[in-house]
């Protein structure tokens, strides 16, 4: 998506980035937990990501503490993100992933990325990633015409255009291996999806709450999956695949 697209639809007024209304309580789960153990290069990413007008997109520290204890957890080896901007997520997982890890990284936009690389370089993963410029939906496509990309994926991190991600599951759901994981990140969408839908919401809220709404319907009934909906962040729905 476009800057100024998303300057349309009003996601820079969103006026907080995860679920706590309170920024203090927020604070001191940072100042607690994450901020101690932020990798010196998370932090200076972060730090870069902050002055650029699109910073509320990108994943927040305490959703990249999550994401790295998963990868480990389950010692992911090949992964998969969709929705990079200028890497927060992407650094989370590189920095989880053994020495031969590989993520197969997709943005429609090359230009956030590049504002992440130097520090990625500079923490020494670089090698791991292999960024794809795109759409994901045509890029997944051409993943799933070879067999030996079935199955083949530990860990898949989902984080792009919210009007898609079921287009995605049924995609990355081939992809992901059984006992692999799927997190689709902001499925509780400010907590909207729990609001009536002509509750008062902001633009950017109301034009994509249907599209989560549908997604965890969807997810709550797929029996190839168990799923745990987490208030971390805007809401990740972590899926393992068993079957
Ligand atoms: C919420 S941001 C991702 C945040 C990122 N995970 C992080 O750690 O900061 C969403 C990203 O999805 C990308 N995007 C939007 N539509 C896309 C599409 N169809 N295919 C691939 N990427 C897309 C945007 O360019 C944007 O960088």
């Known amino acids: 998506m476009a800057e100024e697209?998303?300057?349309?639809?009003?996601?820079?007024?969103?006026?907080?980035?995860?679920?706590l209304q309170s920024d203090a309580l927020y604070q001191y789960i940072l100042e607690t937990?994450?901020?101690?153990?932020?990798?010196?290069?998370?932090?200076?990413?972060?730090?870069?990501?902050?002055?650029?007008?699109?910073?509320?997109?990108?994943?927040?520290p305490d959703e990249g503490q999550?994401?790295?204890?998963?990868?480990?957890?389950?010692?992911?080896?090949?992964?998969?993100?969709?929705?990079?901007?200028?890497?927060?997520?992407?650094?989370s997982t590189a920095l989880a992933l053994p020495h031969d890890g590989k993520i197969l990284a997709m943005d429609v936009n090359w230009e956030y990325y590049e504002l992440g690389l130097?520090?990625?370089?500079?923490?020494?993963?670089?090698?791991?990633?292999?960024?794809r410029e795109g759409p994901a939906l045509p890029l997944l496509d051409q993943l799933l015409i070879d067999e030996n990309n079935k199955g083949a994926f530990d860990f898949v991190f989902v984080d792009a255009d919210k009007n898609n991600y079921l287009n995605y599951h049924k995609r990355v759901?081939?992809?992901?291996?059984?006992?692999?994981?799927?997190?689709?990140?902001?499925?509780?969408?400010?907590?909207?999806?729990?609001?009536?839908p002509d509750a008062p919401m902001m633009d950017y809220v109301k034009e994509f709450r249907s599209y989560l709404v549908e997604l965890n319907k969807y997810l709550a009934h797929?029996?190839?999956?168990?799923?745990?909906?987490l208030p971390v962040g805007d809401g990740i729905t972590l899926c393992r695949r068993i079957m």
């Not at 697209?5 to 679920?19: F, M, P, R, S, V």
Request: a negative charge; aromatic letters at 6%.
């Open 5 to 19: 697209q998303y300057q349309e639809i009003g996601i820079t007024d969103l006026a907080h980035k995860t679920l």
């Open 33 to 60: 937990s994450v901020f101690p153990r932020e990798h010196e290069c998370l932090k200076e990413l972060r730090q870069i990501t902050e002055k650029h007008p699109l910073s509320l997109i990108a994943t927040p």
């Open 66 to 91: 999550l994401i790295n204890m998963l990868v480990k957890l389950i010692n992911a080896k090949n992964t998969m993100e969709i929705g990079v901007y200028t890497g927060y997520s992407l650094l």
């Open 118 to 131: 130097p520090i990625i370089e500079k923490a020494g993963v670089a090698h791991k990633i292999d960024f």
């Open 173 to 196: 759901i081939e992809l992901v291996k059984v006992g692999g994981l799927i997190g689709y990140d902001n499925t509780l969408w400010s907590g909207s999806v729990a609001s009536p």
């Open 222 to 229: 797929d029996s190839r999956i168990e799923i745990c909906q």
